[in-house]
Structures are given as structure tokens and as C-alpha cells.
């Protein structure tokens, strides 16, 4: 082959074999189909980078956008090259889901169970089922107040025995009673976006980067007002319940 590419699942080591083929000629690439990898500033300031980013020695790196390239820069000092794609397409099904084009689409990150949570030892709040459940408490208050038609595309819910029950059950309570609507979590993010008005996206979600580069309207929705409001440069993170009803009221001309 003359070029095999490796995305962000598996990052810190090259395999041995790939100095062979790049020896000779092969072109080895690693590309990002998330945006959710770096150490986003939060209201205190920088935080600590993830393990293995340092230690990385790949050789072309595919990536979203100029910040996402100045981290790379920043924190991995071995030789490479780069180039600037924008949001890199990774899966899609056949399965078709009608979206209104006046809807509110939510992307969220299901959290673990708080046993599991807790022992990411993480510096934050956001993965413990509290952030999820109130971040889809208060974006459905507000979108029931104005009557605004929701959905939500959920990750691997369905799939995966350690998501916190409670979120399970608050999300499918909402669905029976049709405050919103469940979207199959095999349908690319890209094509739901691009059907709808605006999004609001869990801090910090690819799909915010995705709706930006379709130039909808959305927002990162902090519940914990931990992140710092430009902790993606492109994209505004809101921590506040009021500003966030005002930006829904303005973005569908409430």
C-alpha cells in the first residue's frame, strides 16, 4: 500500500512494522475523527495534558482546525507534519431519521455510572451522571418553555452496560412524554446537523466543531461552569442557565 492511516483510539506507539513500509516510501498517517482530546482551559486556567501526547512519534497528523494544530505543536516536540482537513467523516448508516429544519439538536456524552466516574480521577465534575442530568434537565426546560421541537443523537446508550441508569431513565421518561425525540446513535452527527436549525453539545463533543463548520448556530453547554467560555476558540462554551435561555430565545427569534 502507499499509505495506511491510524486514528485516535490507539495513539502513543506506532506499531514496528510501519518503519519498515515508511522506509520504503509508504506514507503513515494519524488522523483525528474526535475533537475531544485535548486539555481545555478551564475558568482557573490550564490544565493538565492527556498521558501519551508527548511521547507520540507519528509522522503526518490530519487535524480539525489551527488551535487543535498549535496544541499538537505545543505539547508533542518530535518531527511531523501537518495539515489542517477540518472534522474528519469516520462512520455513517443507511438508518434515515426525519429531522424538522426549525429543530433543536442535542448531542450529549452519557455518563458512566459514579463508581466508574469517580475512578477516571478526574479534575472535574462533568463525568459524573450530576453534569449529563442537569445539562439535559435545563436545555429541555427551556426548549418545552419556548416549545421548540428537540432531538438528541445519545452515545452508544444502547451498547454500553456502565452508562449511569439514572440518565437512562431521565432521558427515556423525556422521550415518552415527547418533550424530545431519540435519534438512532448510528446516524452520523454530520448528516443530523446539517438537517437541523441549530445544536448545543456537551463539552466538549466533536459535534460542536462539526455544526461550526456547517455554520449553524450552536454552543457547548457547561452545567458546571468549569471550562472557560473560549476553551475552544471557535466554538463558545456557556456556563450560565440564563445565558443559555437567552441564546436559545435569539437563536429561534423568541
Not at 486514528?7 to 506506532?14: E, F, L, M, V
Not at 516510501?25 to 483525528?32: E, H, L, N, Q, S
Not at 482557573?44 to 496544541?71: A, F, S
Not at 455544526?211 to 449553524?216: A, D, I, L
Request: with cysteine; aromatic share 16%.
Amino acid at each position: 500500500a502507499k499509505a495506511y492511516y491510524f486514528h485516535n483510539s490507539g495513539w502513543i506507539y506506532r506499531p514496528i512494522w510501519m518503519h519498515l513500509v515508511e522506509s520504503k516510501g509508504a506514507r503513515i498517517v494519524f488522523y483525528y475523527y474526535s475533537y475531544n482530546c485535548m486539555n481545555f482551559k478551564s475558568i482557573e486556567g490550564e490544565r493538565q495534558i492527556n498521558y501519551g501526547i508527548e511521547t507520540m512519534t507519528w509522522t503526518n497528523y490530519l487535524l480539525w482546525d489551527e488551535q487543535h494544530n498549535l496544541w499538537l505543536q505545543r505539547y508533542n516536540k518530535h518531527p511531523k507534519s501537518t495539515s489542517i482537513t477540518g472534522p474528519v467523516w469516520f462512520s455513517d448508516s443507511e438508518k434515515e431519521q426525519i429531522i424538522e429544519e426549525d429543530a433543536l439538536m442535542i448531542f450529549d456524552i452519557p455518563p458512566f455510572k459514579e463508581s466508574i466516574s469517580l475512578g477516571f480521577g478526574l479534575d472535574m465534575e462533568l463525568h459524573l451522571p450530576s453534569g449529563p442530568i442537569k445539562f439535559l434537565e435545563d436545555i429541555l426546560k427551556i426548549s418545552k418553555k419556548y416549545g421548540i421541537k428537540t432531538y438528541i443523537k445519545s452515545k452508544r446508550l444502547e451498547s454500553n452496560p456502565n452508562i449511569d441508569k439514572r440518565y437512562i431513565s431521565l432521558l427515556n421518561n423525556y422521550s415518552k412524554s415527547g418533550v424530545i425525540s431519540l435519534v438512532d446513535s448510528r446516524i452520523s452527527a454530520d448528516k443530523l446537523i446539517s438537517r437541523c436549525k441549530a445544536t448545543i453539545n456537551y463539552p466538549f463533543t466533536s459535534t460542536g466543531i462539526i455544526s461550526f463548520s456547517q455554520n449553524k448556530p450552536t454552543i457547548y453547554y457547561d452545567p458546571t461552569n468549569f471550562f472557560h467560555p473560549y476553551a475552544v476558540s471557535s466554538v463558545e462554551c456557556i456556563g450560565n442557565e440564563k445565558i443559555l435561555e437567552d441564546w436559545i430565545k435569539e437563536t429561534f427569534n423568541y
